[in-house]
């Protein structure tokens, strides 16, 4: 934890460089000038490392990047401006016309839109497996597969893959291997530690933490992210705006204290409503009887505070009564904030013109937030008797 700490007050803050202020300024400009010709030079040799345009590198925003390559402990980080413009940047850098990816079933429904209707364009195939199995994902590689992409947790049903064994995998075919690491944030998982090449996250979630900035984040080694700096990074633009990073600065301020409080209150309340009638099935990481309990507390050191519910009703009036009861949980989508939220399923449904999704309307993703856990308790108990 001291380690974190240093990271997360100290590390990256020059701060005889601006007044001696505690809080960094917001450096916003979008160019920097140099004091000489030979000055100059230097900064265009080393793009990436000095002060020459914002698109590059901002004072501000590197920051941000030195602290959260630090907590993931990585030699470097990007700054995106959403979650999944880190995930295309990252996947499409280490893929070419005519190449493959294997990815984990079921990722995020944006990273399934990147393979199936963008990637698709440009001759990049892809093949799904299932990430608690070993040999499928082996035999899913083929001569032309760049990249093994891995979610763990997923945020709707936590599947988790062994993340040593699956590092190993890609090394041993010459992939990349990449995870989406949003539900654990950088302090209850490491995947450079298990051997992942690069670490990815909504920064939108637990790492920001407010539900007021929405923000990406890649880490990996200095030549992976030299390599997207100079190719996608600068080329597509996709950046954060010095004040908005900012804003991911102060997030980040609490994230240990946050995390700690969401895995100590997650783990209460699930304690507390599990046995409740109304559940058909509640799915949830840190369950003992989860499948994957064993390896999630090998891998993950915390919890993220998402869990899913299929509710025991036949009845869709009664599901949507019990809903309008849980006025602590705003009817949302996104997670990792302050507040409480839920997802219903049932909101996807019966839209006119619009065609029923695969899920089922009896399932509801709930987020915990930083409230009191008695309280949050007390409106899931009270609610959940409706039904
Ligand atoms: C929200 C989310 C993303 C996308 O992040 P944005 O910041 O919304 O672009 C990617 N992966 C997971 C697991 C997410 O929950």
Same mark, same amino acid.
């Given at each position: 934890m001291e380690d974190k700490d240093h990271i997360i007050n100290r590390l990256g803050e020059d701060r005889h460089k601006y007044y001696n202020a505690v809080s960094p300024p917001i450096i916003q400009s979008s160019n920097f000038a140099a004091s000489s010709v030979e000055d100059m030079r230097k900064m265009f040799s080393d793009e990436a490392g000095s002060h020459l345009y914002t698109r590059g590198n901002n004072p501000t925003v590197e920051i941000l990047r030195k602290k959260v390559a630090a907590l993931e402990h990585t030699e470097d980080a990007l700054i995106f401006s959403s979650?999944?413009?880190?995930?295309?940047?990252?996947?499409?850098?280490?893929? $070419?016309?005519?190449?493959?990816?294997?990815?984990? /079933?079921?990722?995020?429904?944006?990273?399934? /839109?990147?393979? #199936?209707?963008?990637?698709?364009?440009?001759?990049?195939?892809?093949? *799904?497996?299932?990430?608690?199995?070993? !040999? #499928?994902?082996? &035999? &899913?590689?083929? #001569?032309?597969? %760049?990249?093994? @992409?891995? +979610?763990?947790p997923n945020t709707f049903y936590f599947g988790i893959q062994d993340l040593s064994s699956c590092a190993a995998i &890609? /090394? !041993? @075919?010459?992939?990349? $291997?990449?995870?989406?690491?949003? *539900?654990? $944030?950088?302090? @209850?998982?490491?995947?450079?530690?298990?051997?992942?090449?690069?670490?990815?996250?909504?920064?939108? /979630?637990?790492?920001?933490?407010?539900?007021?900035?929405v923000v990406g984040i890649v880490c990996a080694s200095n030549k992976?992210? $030299?390599?997207?700096?100079?190719? +996608?990074y600068m080329t597509l633009g996709a950046i954060i705006s010095p004040s908005d990073a900012a804003l991911v600065i102060r997030g980040l301020r609490t994230l240990a204290l946050r995390m700690q409080r969401i895995n100590d209150t997650s783990i209460e309340v699930f !304690?507390?409503? %599990?046995?409740? %009638?109304?559940?058909?099935?509640? @799915?949830?990481p840190f369950d003992p009887s989860f499948p994957q309990y064993e390896i999630a507390k090998k891998q993950m050191t915390g919890t993220g505070g998402l869990f899913t519910i299929i509710f025991e009703t036949e009845d869709k009036e009664a599901l949507e009564k019990m809903i309008q009861k849980l006025n602590l949980f705003l009817i949302a989508v996104s997670w990792g904030g302050h507040e409480s939220l839920m997802f219903p399923s049932i909101c996807l449904h019966d839209i006119p013109g619009k065609e029923t999704p695969p899920f089922d309307w009896r399932v509801i993703r709930f987020s915990i937030g930083l409230e009191s856990p008695k309280i949050l308790i007390n409106n899931l108990l009270a609610a959940f008797d409706v039904l």
């Amino acid at each position: 934890m001291e380690d974190k700490d240093h990271i997360i007050n100290r590390l990256g803050e020059d701060r005889h460089k601006y007044y001696n202020a505690v809080s960094p300024p917001i450096i916003q400009s979008s160019n920097f000038a140099a004091s000489s010709v030979e000055d100059m030079r230097k900064m265009f040799s080393d793009e990436a490392g000095s002060h020459l345009y914002t698109r590059g590198n901002n004072p501000t925003v590197e920051i941000l990047r030195k602290k959260v390559a630090a907590l993931e402990h990585t030699e470097d980080a990007l700054i995106f401006s959403s979650g999944s413009a880190a995930i295309a940047n990252a996947v499409i850098s280490q893929v $070419s016309q005519g190449d493959h990816i294997v990815c984990v /079933k079921n990722p995020y429904s944006w990273t399934i /839109k990147l393979l #199936e209707n963008f990637l698709s364009r440009f001759g990049v195939t892809h093949t *799904y497996v299932d990430g608690t199995n070993l !040999e #499928e994902m082996r &035999a &899913a590689f083929q #001569e032309n597969t %760049k990249v093994l @992409f891995l +979610e763990s947790p997923n945020t709707f049903y936590f599947g988790i893959q062994d993340l040593s064994s699956c590092a190993a995998i &890609a /090394k !041993e @075919f010459g992939a990349v $291997s990449m995870i989406d690491n949003s *539900y654990c $944030s950088p302090i @209850f998982q490491n995947p450079a530690d298990h051997g992942v090449d690069i670490v990815i996250h909504s920064g939108t /979630k637990y790492i920001n933490g407010h539900s007021d900035v929405v923000v990406g984040i890649v880490c990996a080694s200095n030549k992976i992210i $030299s390599q997207i700096f100079h190719g +996608e990074y600068m080329t597509l633009g996709a950046i954060i705006s010095p004040s908005d990073a900012a804003l991911v600065i102060r997030g980040l301020r609490t994230l240990a204290l946050r995390m700690q409080r969401i895995n100590d209150t997650s783990i209460e309340v699930f !304690e507390a409503i %599990k046995n409740h %009638k109304a559940i058909r099935q509640i @799915f949830f990481p840190f369950d003992p009887s989860f499948p994957q309990y064993e390896i999630a507390k090998k891998q993950m050191t915390g919890t993220g505070g998402l869990f899913t519910i299929i509710f025991e009703t036949e009845d869709k009036e009664a599901l949507e009564k019990m809903i309008q009861k849980l006025n602590l949980f705003l009817i949302a989508v996104s997670w990792g904030g302050h507040e409480s939220l839920m997802f219903p399923s049932i909101c996807l449904h019966d839209i006119p013109g619009k065609e029923t999704p695969p899920f089922d309307w009896r399932v509801i993703r709930f987020s915990i937030g930083l409230e009191s856990p008695k309280i949050l308790i007390n409106n899931l108990l009270a609610a959940f008797d409706v039904l």
